[in-house]
Nanobody
Framework: QVQLVESGGGLVQAGGSLRLSCAASARTFSSYGMGWFRQAPGKEREFVATISSSGGITYYADSVKGRFTISRDNAKNTVYLQMNSLKPEDTAVYYC?????????????????WGQGTQVTVSS
């Protein structure tokens, strides 16, 4: 089993930046594609960004493209989500997820492991 722990969430003013981290317990972290999803109150879980196991391929939701950057440090078993130019509509609980050998996946149900989530609140 892979344990994922998100951190870095908090309250930020619109236009500000925040960096989320997700630490993984996977013995072979480099074998996992990783993703970030978010869920706002009353809304379904939404894809945000994904990165291939090597970090060579990334894909973003249109809503965050150009503002968010996903990256990973396989030596640290950690994936990051750098969030810039934050908007109130970015407010949500952010979850990281891992999928084994499936690469850059945007469908939540295809991920094998999930973190507990970290709250991001963007105020106006």
């Amino acid at each position: 089993q892979v344990q994922l722990v998100e951190s870095g969430g908090g309250l930020v003013q619109a236009g500000g930046s925040l960096r989320l981290s997700c630490a993984a317990s996977a013995r072979t972290f480099s074998s996992y594609g990783m993703g970030w999803f978010r869920q706002a109150p009353g809304k379904e879980r939404e894809f945000v960004a994904t990165i291939s196991s090597s970090g060579g391929i990334t894909y973003y939701a249109d809503s965050v493209k150009g503002r968010f950057t996903i990256s990973r440090d396989n030596a640290k078993n950690t994936v990051y989500l750098q969030m810039n130019s934050l908007k109130p509509e970015d407010t949500a609980v952010y979850y990281c997820a891992a999928n084994y050998a499936h690469g850059t996946i945007i469908i939540a149900s295809l991920y094998d492991y999930w973190g507990q989530g970290t709250q991001v609140t963007v105020s106006s």
